[in-house]
């Protein structure tokens, strides 16, 4: 399995932009990286994912190297309500089951 | 946008009760799973399922049961819950099987006490 490793947490002022890293040294070139958030007490929430392009949607944007090997994920201004512990996943091949593995993350602090 | 609603955010019950969970997803979603979430050690799936009344282990399956007999609805059960068994359990659902680009939905989660 590709592990991801994240930084246990981190702060961020309120109106700049987060950038969250996440290593993947171990990824193959089949599998994506996601990126999922927790607010405190709520279900994990789906922010983007990609598998060597950068990505953006409404939420966030997804810098992949071009080895593969990290990531960053980019809120690119945030505000007190993106407080929550940020995941960084590598998608298994689908043969070994249909799960994600959600390490520890990263908790956010958006700071006032 | 996808829907995954549980049936309980708060749930306290006894040790040897018989405990249902369900969570029903509004997008024809053909796979659907049920974690559990304990500090420190992150979400660990118990079952899944990828088409009505199929099932399938997870990493922790001992002492739970599912059971999927309409597309929309995943039921875990606790045959006799016991204190261990405290936990949030997170229910969730993907479209797209057997492939990288699936994305998995989550719902709100359920607060499990045993006592």
């Known amino acids: 399995d590709a592990k991801t490793t994240q930084p246990p947490s981190m702060d961020c002022a309120e109106g700049r932009a987060a950038n969250l890293p996440c290593n993947h040294s171990t990824i193959s070139g089949n599998e994506y990286v996601y990126w999922y958030r927790q607010i405190h007490s709520q279900g994990p929430q789906y922010i983007i994912h990609g598998l060597k392009n950068n990505e953006t949607n409404e939420m966030a944007s997804l810098i992949i190297t071009e080895d593969r090997k990290s990531s960053t994920l980019i809120l690119p201004h945030a505000t007190l309500r993106d407080t929550a512990v940020y995941y960084c996943?590598?998608?298994?091949?689908?043969?070994?089951?249909?799960?994600?593995?959600f390490g520890t993350g990263t908790s956010l602090t958006v700071i006032p | 946008d996808v829907k995954v609603t549980q049936s309980s955010r708060y749930l306290v019950k006894r040790t040897g009760e018989k405990v249902f969970l369900e969570c029903v997803q509004d997008?024809?979603?053909?796979?659907m799973f049920w974690y559990r979430q304990d500090p420190g050690l992150g979400l660990r799936l118990i079952y899944f399922?990828?088409?009505?009344?199929?099932?399938e282990k997870g990493d922790i399956p001992e002492g739970y049961s599912v059971s999927r007999e309409k597309k929309e609805r995943f039921s875990l059960i606790l045959e006799s819950a016991s204190t261990n068994q405290t936990s949030m359990y997170l229910c969730?659902?993907?479209?797209?099987?057997?492939?990288?680009?699936?994305?998995?939905?989550f719902g709100p989660g359920t607060r499990l006490l045993v006592l």
């Open positions: 997008m024809d979603h053909e796979n």
């Open positions: 399922s990828y088409d009505v009344k199929m099932k």
């Open positions: 996943i590598v998608r298994q091949h689908p043969n070994t089951g249909n799960q994600f593995y």
């Open positions: 969730a659902s993907s479209l797209i099987s057997a492939s990288p680009q699936e994305t998995q939905y």
